[in-house]
């Protein structure tokens, strides 16, 4: 049939065919876990035979490593992005900061199935995620980049890894639990109006901190 890909004829194109199993294996593990996924499965998806995705990665190990070193190469490449943009704008710390936070909201509602392999992760005591390189490349690569952006330590008195775990958490909640609390609450964590006005509320909550503590450090004791 005219326009119909065959499985051969995807395996005669090695980048097209790579990419189709990553696209393939990253939604299957982002909804099922690594236990739950197998190599045929991932194959079926990608529209391949079921011995292509060992072809290309080897084990299902080495091909969820893969994924994950995907993932963590888009996001080095937003911070980095990011970073540039910031550097060269000339604006305030406060509105740098305000875009920080709006960027990575939007990055994550883009990318959820990064948020879902990382929740898995952690259901499994992160040990794929403990000897992974790009993984800690870029948390550090993210905490240097807020430092290096907003004289986080100096010019605001705040630790740059509270800031980075506070907007992480008020940013992921949604999409961890879209299917969980939000439901419970009758929120359609899909609806656009709902997005929007969630990345306002965070920004909103994290300037109100952040200026807070600039003027009138809170002591808990």
């Known amino acids: 049939m005219a326009g119909v890909t065959s499985t051969t004829d995807r395996t005669r194109d090695p980048v097209r065919t790579r990419e189709a199993i990553l696209d393939a294996a990253e939604q299957l593990f982002a909804a099922r876990g690594y236990e739950s996924t197998s190599l045929q499965e991932v194959g079926a998806m990608a529209g391949v035979s079921r011995a292509t ?14 994924v994950l070193e995907r993932c963590f190469a888009a996001v080095r490449e937003a ?4 970073r540039r943009r910031t550097l060269s704008s000339g604006k305030r710390a406060e509105v740098v900061l305000a875009g920080v936070v709006s960027d990575y909201f939007d990055f994550i509602t883009a ?3 990064l948020v879902r392999l990382i929740e898995w ?3 499994s005591g992160g040990k794929h995620l403990q000897e992974l390189p790009p993984h800690l490349e870029a948390a550090q690569e993210a905490l240097g980049a807020l430092r290096e952006e907003l004289d986080l330590e100096d010019g605001w008195g705040v630790d740059a890894s509270q800031l980075l775990l506070s907007v992480i958490g ?3 909640f949604p999409l961890v639990h879209s299917e969980t609390i939000m439901r419970a609450l009758g929120i359609d964590p899909g609806n656009q109006e709902f997005l929007d006005a969630r990345k306002r509320h965070v920004v909103d909550l994290v300037m109100h901190g952040m200026r807070r503590r600039a003027s ?3 002591s808990i004791s």
Do not use: I, Q
């Open 170 to 172: 008020l940013c992921w």
């Open 216 to 218: 009138a450090p809170l």
């Open 111 to 113: 990318n959820p199935n």
């Open 79 to 82: 911070v980095r992005e990011g």
């Open 53 to 66: 995705p060992g072809y290309f990665f080897g084990s299902k190990a080495d091909l969820y490593r893969a």
């Open 121 to 123: 992760e952690a259901l």
